[in-house]
């Protein structure tokens, strides 16, 4: 026995509104042992939201936070921050969060949130840009690129720098929902990829858009943070 311990597992804590397919996606990712880190937390704003259930089925430790809640927006970020820090969460994943991550959090996990977003960013974000929204803006324009973005997140919606995008396809017939579905099977594997990378430290993923820029961002972006995020208080 040589009593050397083996370094702690990474936590990564996932904060969604959704029906929580994307939170699923990367519990799988971490059960398969894609992701060799674990899910600290998984926080909803929607008590009758998918992500909560799916969470729970799986026995992962879960908190509805919301305008309900904490009606005060500062409460509802200092509620969110503890529920972080308790969970020994080191990095945070929004996965179709609707509301905007206050101060308090972005400043705590500084370059520690990703954020996957439906569209190659800086096109189709901001304010109102989110779900179905965006992809039917995209038909509506004519647009012939789509895809998935994952990015670093900051106190502006979908600022933030991009970490990795992959493109998908629009075909001449899409609807809202062919185009929702294929480019939610991008961002699902592009964001597991991503998680992936960050506690292995690997290549990026590959991109199909701007790969070795956003290559160079993500190895730029993780060798920062390492650096710079203190080290979480483990739970
Ligand atoms: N501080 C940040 N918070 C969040 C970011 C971010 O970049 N910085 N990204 C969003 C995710 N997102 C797109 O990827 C996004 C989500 C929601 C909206 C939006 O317009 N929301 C509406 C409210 C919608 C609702 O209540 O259902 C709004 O704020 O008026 C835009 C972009 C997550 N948080
Ligand atoms: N602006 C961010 C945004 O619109 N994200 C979108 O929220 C959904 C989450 O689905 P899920 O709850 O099934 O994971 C996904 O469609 C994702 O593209």
Redesign the pocket.
Same mark, same amino acid.
């Given at each position: 026995m040589t009593g050397i311990c083996p370094p702690p597992r990474g936590r990564f804590a996932v904060v +969604?509104s +959704? /029906? +929580? /397919? /994307? &939170?699923s996606r990367l519990l799988d990712a971490v059960d398969d042992g894609t992701i060799p880190a674990d899910v600290a937390v998984v926080v909803g704003n929607n008590s009758r939201s +998918?992500?909560l259930t799916r969470a729970r089925d799986r026995g992962v430790r879960t908190f509805h936070l919301s305008g309900k809640t904490h009606p005060e927006p500062d409460m509802l970020d200092a509620a969110m921050l503890d529920a972080l820090d308790a969970a020994g969460t080191d990095l945070v994943v929004l &996965?179709?969060y609707m509301k905007l991550l206050g101060p308090r959090v972005l400043e705590r996990f500084k370059g520690a949130v990703l954020n /996957?977003?439906?569209a190659l960013l800086p096109a189709y974000g901001g304010v109102g840009?989110?779900?179905d929204r $965006?992809h039917a803006a995209v038909l509506a324009d004519g647009a012939t690129r789509t895809g998935a973005t994952v990015h670093q997140v900051t106190a502006v919606y979908d600022e933030g720098p991009i970490v990795a995008q992959r493109e998908v396809e629009i075909r001449p017939d899409d609807d809202v929902e062919q185009l929702?579905a294929r $480019?939610?099977a991008a961002?699902k594997s592009l964001l597991v990829d991503v998680v992936a990378a960050w506690f292995t430290d690997a290549a990026p993923p590959a991109s199909g858009v701007a790969g070795d820029q956003a290559s160079g961002l993500m190895r730029e972006s993780l060798r920062r943070d390492r650096t710079a995020s203190p080290p979480s208080a483990r739970a």
């Open positions: +969604g +959704g /029906t +929580g /397919t /994307t &939170a +998918g992500i &996965a179709g /996957t977003h439906p840009m989110y779900g $965006v929702r $480019v939610q961002e």
